[in-house]
């Protein structure tokens, strides 16, 4: 199992900047691909972008170009750099912790981050 603890969300106008972290523990957390997604409500949670421990990103095709994400494998994070952020870009964004073993797949979620973009 791991545990995540989220920060750096907020408000922010359009075409602004937010970096979103996440710091993941536990004795998994090395080896769980950590990601982040976002939802809105009445919505499915979907995947903004994800990032193996050996820093290969996976983004969304919609995420690509404005978001970043990285990891520090010293400090168990992972990071989302934000920039030109659009009002559609609001939701609660949720980091992500996957643990893959044969066909299986179990996910722990931190506690959610809410970002807001104002016109």
């Known amino acids: 199992q791991v545990q995540l603890v989220e920060s750096g969300g907020g408000l922010v106008q359009a075409g602004g900047s937010l970096r979103l972290s996440c710091a993941a523990s536990?004795?998994?957390?090395?080896?769980?691909?950590l990601g982040w997604y976002r939802q809105v409500p009445g919505k499915q949670r979907e995947l903004v972008a994800s990032?193996?421990?050996?820093?290969?990103?996976n983004y969304a095709d919609s995420m690509k170009g404005r978001f970043t994400i990285s990891r520090d494998n010293a400090k168990n994070t992972v990071y989302l750099q934000m920039n030109n952020l659009k009002p559609e870009d609001t939701a609660v964004y949720y980091c992500?912790?996957?643990?893959?073993w044969g066909l299986g797949r179990s996910d722990d979620w931190g506690q959610g981050t809410q970002v807001t973009v104002s016109s």
């Open positions: 990032i193996t421990n050996g820093g290969n990103p």
């Open positions: 992500n912790a996957a643990l893959y």
């Open positions: 536990g004795s998994r957390a090395a080896h769980a691909v």
